[in-house]
């Protein structure tokens, strides 16, 4: 089983269209959108929900008021400023948690005096397994302000492959997500190749050097696209040169080509129309076999 993982050193470089194109054109492929913080691969895949599930992930303070006295040592050692007082009818305070602020270090549980407060699991997120036109897809949404998206990200990887293994599908197709944080350290462990879609400009060319030192550090394969290479191909150039030298395959260029966003209002890949830039994305795909 080959595993691609479609990463960019930060958003907006054309990494999500990428992918749902690659994915389309391997055909029998499983799909996986693991940029869990801000998902849109569904957008133009159009899946049709197969399975949905909890993601419960670290854990998160309740104070139970009626038992609270209000002594307020949860406050006092609370280091996130995450409990705060209010007074109850009665005039006796009470203290409650703040579950955005709170990072479920559990210091609060472990001194209250009257065992007032519950520690259970934090519902973070969802994940889902879908039906697309291209394949299953794994996919996940993580809710706002929540955090683990690594380990959601794992999930994701973890279901494709089960599903992968069991359907007899040869390829899994990654939509990472962008920068060099721990979601992207998540999503590219263990990938037979990793491919960087970065754009032809000062702030692509410096993020594309921390993502490839990044695949380099974790002994990764990597290959380069340069997306949308026509508005500044000097600077294209440049890059080719410099990701070459840090031992990136150069895998192809895509046009600027508005039909990508005509594709997309119509929640459809842009290899499913006859935009110019379709020629350029099947060589990229010609390129990137594993």
Known sequence: ???LVVISGKGGTGKTS???SLAVLAGNAVVAD???DAADLHLVLAPSLRERHDFLSGNEAVIRAQDCTGCGTCAELCRFDAIGKEI???GAPVFRVDPIACEGCGVCVRFCPERAIDFPKSLCGEWMISDTRCGPMVHARLKAAAENSGKLVSLVRREARRIAEEEGRPQIVVDGPPGIGC???ASLSGASLVLVVTEPTVSGEHDLERVLALARHFDMPAAVCVNKWDLNPAMAERIEGRAAAAGAKISGRVRYDPGVT???LQELTVVETAAPCVDDIRQ???HLQL
């Open 183 to 185: 979601p992207v350290i």
């Open 18 to 20: 990428l992918a749902a």
């Open 1 to 3: 089983m080959k595993e």
């Open 284 to 286: 990229i795909w010609d």
């Open 262 to 264: 005509a594709a997309q």
């Open 88 to 90: 109850r009818a009665d």
């Open 34 to 36: 693991c940029d869990v």
